[in-house]
């Protein structure tokens, strides 16, 4: 498994985001029965100006948001509430999954508005992060159900409480 990150806020050295992120990635593809030797993606951890122009750019919405992914490949499946399309393998057997960004502030911001501890904030959003790259989403009820449920099951393989309990769904 590769999971290359880029650490430009150095803020989330002392949440162990290398960690945590490796953890949630090596859970998000033993739940999806992928290899995690043959998976790679790249993440991002910046702060909130970063991931604002990114947002702006590449979203049209000019202000900060917790995550952000880039999928390699589309893998969703068009119809709601479907699992997405199975990642192909390039012909040296690896899966390219696609790009995450983090934003420090509004991670933080939002585990202490919600009384969660960063890391386990952190380890959601990069597991949802990794779902978007997957071809999972949350655009429509169905699609919002499967990809939550997948990252409450993701998450308690982690040890960690369900993030939607008690929260407004996404």
Not at 24 to 29: D, F, I, L, S
Not at 142 to 162: C, F, K, P, S, Y
Request: glycine share 8%.
């Amino acid at each position: 498994m590769s999971l290359d990150i880029v650490m430009e806020d150095l803020r989330w050295q002392t949440v162990g985001l290398d960690v945590l992120a490796a953890r949630a990635e090596a859970a998000t593809c033993a739940r999806l029965g992928l290899d995690p030797d043959m998976v790679e993606a790249s993440l991002l951890a910046c702060d909130d100006a970063r991931i604002a122009v990114l947002n702006t750019r590449f979203r049209g919405k000019p202000a900060p948001t917790n995550v952000l992914s880039w999928p390699a490949v589309d893998l969703s499946p068009g119809v709601p509430g479907r699992d997405p399309h199975p990642p192909e393998p390039d012909p040296g057997g690896e899966i390219a999954l696609g790009d995450i960004a983090i934003a420090y502030e509004t991670c933080a911001r939002e585990a202490a508005e919600s009384g969660k501890a960063l890391a386990d904030h952190a380890t959601h959003l990069v597991v949802h992060g990794l779902l978007h790259l997957l071809g999972y989403d949350h655009e429509s009820d169905a699609d919002a159900a499967l990809m939550e449920g997948l990252e409450i099951e993701v998450l308690g393989r982690l040890g960690l409480d369900d993030p939607y309990r008690n929260a407004e769904r996404a």
